[in-house]
């Protein structure tokens, strides 16, 4: 059975920092691309940032390119998202989700497995 286990969100204050990791178990993704979304509250599910296959290409949304860095650690099976300068605007539940295939693609509908979402706060 393939799991998806984010951690490591909270509340912080802006301008703060998190560090989000999801832990993959049941398969290995390191040849599949990866990535973050989240929900904020009334809003749709958006795309956040995805790295491929292996990790060469990554990709960011406008609202958090040079604020948030996605990476990944194949050996453990994990990927991670990193956020610095957090805004209120931020404030989201935070999904990790895996695609069969090695291409970083942004639709919701192309991933294959989903985390159970983690959330994170940014208070003003």
């Known amino acids: 059975q393939v799991q998806l286990v984010e951690s490591g969100g909270g509340l912080v204050q802006a301008g703060g920092s998190l560090r989000l990791s999801c832990a993959a178990s049941?398969?290995?993704?390191?040849?599949?691309?990866m990535g973050w979304f989240r929900q904020a509250p009334r809003k749709e599910r958006e795309f956040v940032a995805g790295i491929n296959g292996y990790g060469i290409n990554k990709l960011y949304s406008d609202s958090v390119k040079g604020r948030f860095t996605i990476s990944r650690d194949n050996a453990k099976n994990t990927v991670y998202l990193q956020m610095n300068t957090l805004k209120p605007e931020d404030t989201a539940v935070y999904y990790c989700a895996a695609r069969f295939g090695s291409t970083v693609v942004i639709t919701t509908t192309l991933y294959n497995y989903w985390g159970q979402g983690t959330q994170v706060t940014v208070s003003s």
């Open positions: 049941g398969r290995t993704f390191s040849s599949d691309a």
